[in-house]
């Protein structure tokens, strides 16, 4: 929590904490993306709609363009952290029906 009594040793801990935390979570959604994208590589919407643990989920064709979306971003954010080219998208808005 930001005081204006923060020293500066506390700064770089946050940052550190930070910047880790951030580097962790692009690098374990990749690897969510690479999984999800080996289950569906091939398939039609009405195919991935079909298998049994989507079926369980109740997903709608919405619900797994959302999913794709999101997890896209985590493949967009790790292309930025390693300095590949990005496309213009609101990463934001994909990422938020699940905040």
Do not use: C, H
Request: charged share 10%.
């Amino acid at each position: 929590m930001y005081s204006n009594q923060i020293t500066g040793n506390q700064w770089m801990l946050n940052v550190s904490n930070s910047a880790s935390n951030i580097i962790n979570d692009i690098n374990q959604g990749v690897v969510w993306a690479t999984k999800f994208n080996a289950m569906i590589y091939g398939l039609t919407d009405p195919q991935i709609l079909a298998l049994p643990q989507i079926v369980a989920a109740g997903w709608t064709e919405a619900d797994l363009t959302a999913v794709k979306y999101a997890l896209g971003v985590f493949q967009d954010l790790s292309n930025a952290l390693n300095n590949l080219p990005v496309a213009t998208a609101n990463r934001i808005g994909y990422l938020e029906p699940f905040v």
